[in-house]
C-alpha cells in the first residue's frame, strides 16, 4: 500500500506531467509565431514611469524613450515620483530640462505605492494608448511600432506584451534568471493562444486607456497590481497578447537576498489575488482561463509548498532519524558508521518509478528550455552550460523556498513592502 507521503508524490508528479504535456501539445499544434503588422496609422501615446528610488536607472529608462521609432509629438511621457528619498526627482528635472522638444511631465506624489502612481499618471494621460514601464527598464526603440499594429485584430484585445529580457547579466543568480525569462516568454506566448494570460508586467505593457479607465484604473491596495489587473481583464473577457518581435530588458536581483523578497512579493500577490478571484476557478464562463490555467497558477504554489514538505520528512527527517537511532546503538562510533554508508548500495534500492517519473520531467524540460531558446534565437551556451544547469536544479530549490516564505508569511501575517 502507498504511503501517504508516496501518495502526495504521486499526484504531484502527475499533475506537473499533465500541464507540461499540455502546453506541449499546444506548441506542436501551433508553433510560435512571429506576425510583423505593419503599422498604419500613428494613435498618440502616454508612457507611464512609476519611480521610487530610481536614481540609478530613471535617465538611462528615459532615454530609451526619447529613442522610440515613433513621432515625439505623439508620445507623453509621464514620470510620476513616488516620494523618493534619493535624488530621483532631481534627475528627472534635469532630464527634462535636457529635452525640452519632448512632452516629458513629472509628478511628485507622497510614497502610495505603485498602483496609486499608475493611477495618477492615468488621470493626466491623454494618449489614446496607456503603456507602463518600470522606472529600472529600457526598451527597443521599434516597440510602439511592432507592438500597436497587434491591436488591430481584436478589438477585444486589451494589452499587448513584448519579450522581456535580462540586462547586465553578470552574476551567476542573474543568469538563472536570464534562463527563466526566456522560458518565460516562450510560455507565455502559448498560453496567449488559448486567452490564458495572468499577467500584464511593468516592463512595457501597452493597454487600451479607454478600457483601462472603464475597469477603474490599477488596484492601490495590492503587492501585483499588474497581476490583479490582468486578472481584472480576464473576468471581463478581454484578451492579453504576447509578442515575440520586439524587446523590452530589465534588471534583475544582484543577490539572493534581494531575489528572495522580489520572489516573496510576486508570489504572495499572485496567490492572494488568485484567492480574490477566485470565482473565475474551474468556472465555464472563463474558458481555458478559468478551467485550467488559474488553477494551474494555484496548484503551483500548493505544489511547491507540498513538495518541499513532503521531501525534506521523507528524505531527511525520517532518514535522518533512523541513522541517528542506528548510530546510537554503536556509541556514536562514527569511523564505522562512515564506513558503512557506502556499503551494499544496490540498484535495487532505489525507486525506480519514481525516477522514471523525475526523467520524463526533466526530458519535458529540457525540450521546453531547448524550444524556448530557440523561439528567441539564442543559443544554450551563451553564457555557458552551468547556468542550464543550475537553472534546472538550484533555480527549483530557491522556488520552493520562496513560496515557503509566502505561506508561512501568510499565516504569520507579515507585510511586506510594496516596492
Known amino acids: 500500500m502507498l504511503s501517504f507521503t508516496a ?9 506537473g506531467l499533465f500541464i507540461l504535456v499540455f502546453w506541449f501539445i499546444v506548441f506542436f499544434e501551433r508553433g510560435i509565431e512571429n506576425k510583423n503588422l505593419k503599422i498604419r496609422d500613428y494613435p498618440s501615446v502616454s508612457i507611464a514611469i512609476p519611480a521610487y528610488n530610481e536614481e540609478i ?15 515625439k509629438e505623439l508620445i507623453e511621457i509621464i514620470v510620476v515620483n513616488d516620494g523618493s528619498k534619493d535624488n530621483t526627482k532631481a534627475i528627472v528635472e534635469k532630464t527634462i530640462e ?33 503603456v507602463v514601464l518600470d522606472a529600472d527598464s529600457m526598451v527597443r526603440s521599434d516597440a510602439l511600432k511592432k507592438i500597436l499594429p497587434v491591436f488591430r485584430e481584436d478589438k477585444k484585445i486589451a494589452v499587448v506584451l513584448p519579450l522581456m529580457r535580462v540586462k547586465n547579466t553578470k552574476t551567476f543568480l542573474q543568469k538563472l534568471q536570464w534562463c527563466e525569462y526566456i522560458t518565460n516568454n516562450f510560455s507565455k506566448k502559448l498560453i496567449t493562444y488559448l486567452d490564458c494570460c495572468h499577467v500584464a508586467p511593468g516592463p512595457f505593457s501597452v493597454y487600451r486607456r479607454d478600457v483601462i479607465a472603464s475597469v477603474h484604473g490599477f488596484s ?12 481584472r481583464l480576464q473576468e471581463k473577457n478581454y484578451r492579453l497578447v504576447q509578442v515575440m518581435n520586439t524587446v523590452v530588458y530589465t534588471k534583475v536581483p544582484v543577490n539572493l537576498k534581494a531575489f528572495l523578497k522580489q520572489r516573496n512579493r510576486w508570489y504572495k500577490g499572485a496567490l492572494l489575488n488568485v484567492i480574490k478571484y477566485r470565482r473565475m476557478l474551474f468556472n465555464l464562463d472563463y474558458g481555458d482561463f478559468g478551467i485550467f490555467h488559474l488553477p494551474t497558477v494555484l496548484f503551483a504554489a500548493i505544489i511547491s509548498l507540498t513538495v518541499l514538505l513532503v521531501s525534506v520528512y521523507n528524505y531527511l527527517i525520517i532518514p535522518g532519524l533512523q541513522e541517528l537511532k542506528n548510530i546510537g546503538a554503536i556509541n556514536y562510533d562514527l569511523p564505522i558508521v562512515m564506513g558503512t554508508w557506502f556499503k551494499g548500495i ?25 524550444f524556448s531558446y530557440k523561439s528567441h534565437q539564442e543559443k544554450l551556451s551563451a553564457f555557458g552550460y552551468l547556468p542550464l544547469i ?14 515557503a516564505w509566502v505561506f508561512f ?10 516596492w
Open 220 to 231: 492601490e491596495n495590492n503587492l501585483t497590481e499588474d497581476l490583479e489587473m490582468a486578472l
Open 7 to 15: 501518495l502526495i508524490l504521486w499526484i504531484t508528479y502527475f499533475i
Open 409 to 418: 508569511d501568510i499565516a504569520t501575517g507579515r507585510k511586506i513592502q510594496r
Open 98 to 130: 535636457e529635452n525640452k522638444q519632448f512632452n516629458i511631465v513629472l509628478i511628485n506624489q507622497k510614497n502610495s505605492g505603485k498602483g496609486a502612481a499608475l493611477n495618477n499618471a492615468l488621470r493626466h494621460a491623454k494618449g489614446k494608448f496607456f
Open 390 to 403: 543550475g537553472y534546472f536544479f538550484i533555480y527549483a530549490f530557491l522556488i520552493l523556498i520562496s513560496w
Open 346 to 370: 544496490s540498484v535495487m534500492d532505489f525507486n525506480v518509478m519514481n525516477i522514471f517519473l523525475a526523467a520524463a520531467m526533466f526530458f519535458i524540460l529540457l525540450c521546453l528550455i531547448y
Open 57 to 71: 536607472t530613471i535617465k538611462d529608462t528615459i532615454d530609451s524613450l526619447l529613442n522610440l521609432d515613433y513621432p
